[in-house]
Nanobody, 125 residues
Framework: VPLVESGGTLTRTGESLELSCTAS????????MGWFRQAPGKEREFVAS????????YYGDSVKGRFAISRDKAKNTLLLRMNNLSPEDTGRYFC???????????????????WGQGTQVTVSS
């Protein structure tokens, strides 16, 4: 499995959580990566993305100022730090990678070639 997410759990309003996405040796390289989420009955929503160098980052409007995306290329890991969580943040969080050589960050799901299976985040009120 090229991308494996972890860190999802049940937590409470106002708490913080960090998600990880580990890319296997089979995963694309020299590429941008991102996080999306999907709540029950809703469409997949863009959360954050980061370019290959880590110098360009985008956030969805609903998470700006609360979430932070980062990557550790030496460890093939993508992180999502989530602060001040609310029940509206509940959903399944997916890690996504663009194809090799696609270094620019983007906000559209169709731009990402590889997806993880997701990790569930549930925030209680």
């Amino acid at each position: 499995v090229p991308l494996v997410e972890s860190g999802g759990t049940l937590t409470r309003t106002g708490e913080s959580l960090e998600l990880s996405c580990t890319a296997s040796d089979d995963a694309p390289t020299n590429n941008a990566m991102g996080w999306f989420r999907q709540a029950p009955g809703k469409e997949r929503e863009f959360v954050a993305s980061i370019n290959w160098k880590g110098s360009n980052i985008y956030y969805g409007d609903s998470v700006k100022g609360r979430f932070a995306i980062s990557r550790d290329k030496a460890k093939n890991t993508l992180l999502l730090r989530m602060n001040n969580l609310s029940p509206e943040d509940t959903g399944r969080y997916f890690c996504a990678a663009r194809s090799s050589g696609s270094v620019a960050a983007t906000t559209t799901a169709v731009s990402f070639a590889i997806w993880g299976q997701g990790t569930q985040v549930t925030v209680s009120s």
